[in-house]
């Protein structure tokens, strides 16, 4: 089974941490699953509602990905800090070819777009 683990490592402006992911888990799963302490990341749990879980990728990683969803685009408007890499950490799912690792920069401010 270790064939479909890779590390993921989660950068924040303070902390990094880096965690095992498994292939086809978004990286909200992986927070969620290793109880990494991102303040109030990931609120709505995945539903494309709060944009919250606004993550930096790096651009090999951005450009390896499908286009985000029109939903997911208009979540992402909201988002502070926003970048030419960014995406929406509940809709990015891991897979084998970011093996062995990736690295993913979290903002410092979110933003629950529901509260807006
Ligand atoms: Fe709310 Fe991703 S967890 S949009």
Redesign the pocket.
């Known amino acids: 089974r270790n064939l479909d683990k890779l590390l993921v490592t989660f950068k924040t402006a303070g902390d990094t941490f880096e965690v095992e992911g498994t292939v086809g888990d978004s990286l909200?799963d992986v927070v969620i699953n290793k109880d990494i302490p991102l303040d109030g990341?990931?609120?709505?749990?995945?539903?494309?509602?709060?944009?919250?879980?606004h993550v930096i990728l790096q651009q090999s990683h951005f450009d390896r990905l499908a286009k985000p969803e029109e939903e997911?685009m208009d979540?992402l408007d909201l988002a502070p800090e926003l970048s030419d890499q960014s995406r929406?950490?509940?809709?990015v799912i891991l897979s084998k070819e970011d093996k062995p690792g990736i690295t993913v920069f979290v903002p410092s401010i979110t933003r629950d777009?529901r509260t807006i």
Request: hydrophobic share 40%; net charge negative; charged share 10%.
């Open positions: 909200l990341f990931g609120a709505c749990e995945g539903t494309l509602a709060c944009c919250t879980c997911e979540m929406l950490g509940c809709q777009a």
